[in-house]
């Protein structure tokens, strides 16, 4: 599986973003699949998921009520949602996939592919 994010980019505090994720190789079908994001000097840290199974969406509580996490009909591309955007939300952002449990949902070793990531800058 390859995964490529695109979307990041400049946003002023306040405003939006929505962030793509493609897979090639195999379709987001066969894995569940969340957004990390990594500031500089912070480590990498869960942001959203969607799991392999059912459609239930899981959010970070710094992200929750303003990212939006979804997979497109032909579930070959994921999408985050960002709104209301706040400087604290500048960081790399990351889409990977794989198949953790409930538990490990907000582990990142928990998942087996990752794309190359892409900058997210928010200024205030």
């Known amino acids: 599986v390859q995964l490529e994010e695109s979307g990041g980019g400049l946003a002023q505090a306040g405003g939006s973003l929505t962030l793509s994720c493609v897979a090639s190789?195999?379709?987001?079908?066969?894995?569940?699949v969340s957004w990390f994001r990594q500031a500089p000097g912070k480590e990498r840290e869960f942001v959203a998921a969607?799991?392999?199974?059912?459609?239930?969406?899981y959010y970070s509580d710094s992200v929750k009520g303003r990212f939006t996490i979804s997979r497109s009909s032909a579930r070959d591309t994921v999408y985050l949602q960002m709104n209301g955007l706040k400087p604290e939300d500048t960081a790399v952002y990351y889409c990977?996939?794989?198949?953790?449990?409930?538990?490990?949902?907000?582990?990142?070793?928990?998942?087996?592919?990752w794309g190359q990531g892409t900058q997210v800058t928010v200024s205030s």
């Open positions: 990977a996939v794989g198949r953790p449990i409930l538990s490990s949902l907000r582990l990142s070793n928990a998942y087996y592919y």
């Open positions: 190789g195999r379709a987001f079908s066969d894995y569940g």
């Open positions: 969607l799991r392999q199974t059912g459609s239930n969406q």
